[in-house]
């Protein structure tokens, strides 16, 4: 933490959310939640977003998006597009864009 602001900013924010005092308390707190056990009870449709170089949660959506059994879209956003930070933080834009085409392709089903 001493070395890199990112993670620093991490465990503290994930110290703070708990109400906890030390990295090794967030540890333990934060093993408990997991979609191991209930990914495969999601029906919805889903979409998950992943970015290129998202240091926060690598890999996490993959996992995700893999254990879903439902109706499921996998959208990786990339350094070309700007998009690449943890929350596509760098192109809102781009990322509202997707999501917003997700839900018109998702819920046009339901257009009578």
């Keep these: 933490m001493e070395t890199d602001s990112n993670i620093k900013f991490n465990i503290k924010h994930g110290m703070w959310t708990f109400g906890i005092d ?10 408990a939640f997991t979609l191991k056990e209930i990914a495969s009870n999601i029906r919805c449709p889903t979409l998950v ?43 809102p834009s781009l990322s509202n864009q997707r999501i917003f085409d997700w839900l018109d392709e998702t819920f046009k089903i339901y257009d009578n």
Excluded: I, R, W
């Design 49 to 91: 977003l992943d970015a290129e170089k998202d240091d926060s949660f690598p890999g996490q959506p993959q996992k995700v998006y893999n254990a879903l059994t439902c109706p499921k879209k996998y959208t990786l956003f990339t350094v070309d597009e700007g998009a690449e930070e943890h929350c596509q933080s760098g192109a």
């Design 22 to 31: 030390s990295p090794y308390e967030l540890v333990k707190k934060s093993s």
